[in-house]
């Protein structure tokens, strides 16, 4: 199947477009992407979790309390292609209690790097623009992840900063929040905190000095402030650009709907910004190089 890419020059952000990102530490871009380019991350994901043995692990990732991600499943899933289950997806005895296909939180966290179809969307000459047009000199994709928030047993993400989990000095990240499925507040759409990015960067999730599990510093984080969130419920091929600062947040998915989304978060290359060593997120060779954009944009 040929994929039609959406429209190169949607990268390019207009003075307006800059500004209110600016102001507001987010900006949604509708029809950012094409539905086949949608399409195609999905049947890519579902391609994933057809492959993955659910017996091969019990990893589940859940943002309720910080031992959530500290096994070696996720921490060594920076350069690999992993499957983190929903915690609602067990029976008291541990078992599925549904097909597995309606059982994962997300994948991650380097299907950019290493799946084709992944790749050939995040490598998009619109995307390549759109990091120029944010000013980064040498951007880099860090991570991906792919999000399902299933139907019924979606879970919430709870207020944070996306500089908390992935952080350069200085920061530089910004999170690429694309709709694989129309997001509404029914089934779990983010919520922003419009202007909250001004607040800098409030704390650190790393790893810990022996490298086997992570903590947050400071170890009881401050709570953020949700007060004038406001819903963003895009369309199936809209763009959220999220200010690495910036407070979001989604509520869980009680609905029959799933709410598929597909994120890249991108850094400045080592020229203009340090990836520090204790990130939780690191690659097994040590490199802190990641993916450039083959477009010169
Ligand atoms: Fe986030």
Redesign the pocket.
């Known amino acids: 199947m040929s994929v039609k890419p959406g429209d190169a020059s949607k990268g390019l952000l207009s003075k307006e477009q800059l500004e209110f990102f600016d102001t507001n530490g987010y900006l949604v871009i509708q029809d950012f992407a094409s539905g086949e380019e949608m399409d195609s991350l999905r049947d890519a994901a579902t391609r994933i979790v057809e492959a993955f043995d659910p017996n091969e692990h019990r990893s589940v990732f859940t943002t309720v309390n910080q031992t959530r991600v500290s096994d070696e499943y996720f921490l060594t899933s920076g350069d690999k292609i992993r499957c983190f289950f929903e915690a609602d997806a067990f029976d008291d005895k541990g078992k599925l209690k549904q097909n597995k296909h309606l059982s994962i939180n997300k994948l991650g966290h380097a299907m950019h790097d290493l799946d084709p179809a992944f790749h050939k969307f995040s490598d998009s000459p619109a995307n390549a623009v759109l990091a120029k047009s944010l000013g980064y000199k040498d951007p880099m994709l860090v991570q991906s992840m792919y999000i399902f928030k299933q139907p019924s047993i979606g879970a919430a993400?709870t207020p944070?900063q996306?500089s908390t989990?992935l952080y350069t000095e200085p920061n530089t990240v910004t999170?690429m929040w694309y709709a694989v499925e129309d997001a509404t507040e029914d089934n779990g759409c983010l919520w922003a905190v419009p202007g909250s990015h001004k607040l800098g960067s409030l704390s650190r999730f790393i790893r810990n000095p022996k490298g086997d599990g992570t903590v947050f510093t400071p170890e009881n984080p401050p709570a953020l402030e949700t007060k004038g969130a406001v819903s963003l419920p895009v369309p199936k091929g809209s763009l959220v650009l999220?200010h690495g600062n910036l407070v979001?947040y989604s509520l869980d998915n009680r609905s029959p709907k799933s709410r598929h989304a597909f994120?890249l978060h991108v850094i400045e290359g080592k020229e203009h910004a340090k990836y520090p060593k204790d990130n939780w997120l690191q690659r097994a060779d040590g490199s802190t190089e990641f993916m450039r954009f083959s477009a010169q944009a």
Do not use: A, M, P, Y
Request: aromatic letters at 12%; proline letters at 0%; zero cysteines.
């Open positions: 993400v944070h996306d989990f999170g999220i979001h994120t």
